[in-house]
Nanobody
Framework: QVQLVESGGGLVQPGGSLRLSCAAS????????VGWYRQAPGKQRELVAE???????NYADSVKGRFTISTDNTKNTMYLQMNSLKPEDTAVYSC???????????????WGKGTLVTVST
């Protein structure tokens, strides 16, 4: 079993920054793709940023140039650096990972429970 736990959310003023972390633990051979998603009140969940299995980094248009996704493979941890935050970035942010629990196994998808980011004065 694999667990993903997010941290780093909170209240920040417009223009401020936050760094979200997502730590993976459990039976992990490799993490092959990761992503951050968000869901604002009354809206559908949307992809914010991802690193694909091929190593490509993709961002939602609304966050390009402001958010950066990264990973520390030695710690099985992914990050989302969020700068120049806007009120419309307010949402619950969740991490997602495609995990190979043993070598050669089918990749399994796991989700964290989410962390709330509120951008407000």
């Amino acid at each position: 079993q694999v667990q993903l736990v997010e941290s780093g959310g909170g209240l920040v003023q417009p223009g401020g920054s936050l760094r979200l972390s997502c730590a993976a633990s459990g039976s992990i051979f490799s993490i092959n793709a990761v992503g951050w998603y968000r869901q604002a009140p009354g809206k559908q969940r949307e992809l914010v940023a991802e690193i694909t299995s091929g190593g490509s980094r993709n961002y939602a248009d609304s966050v390009k140039g402001r958010f950066t996704i990264s990973t520390d493979n030695t710690k099985n941890t992914m990050y989302l650096q969020m700068n120049s935050l806007k009120p419309e970035d307010t949402a619950v942010y969740s991490c997602n990972a495609a995990v190979e629990v043993v070598a050669g196994a089918t990749w399994e998808e796991y989700w964290g429970k989410g962390t709330l980011v509120t951008v407000s004065t």
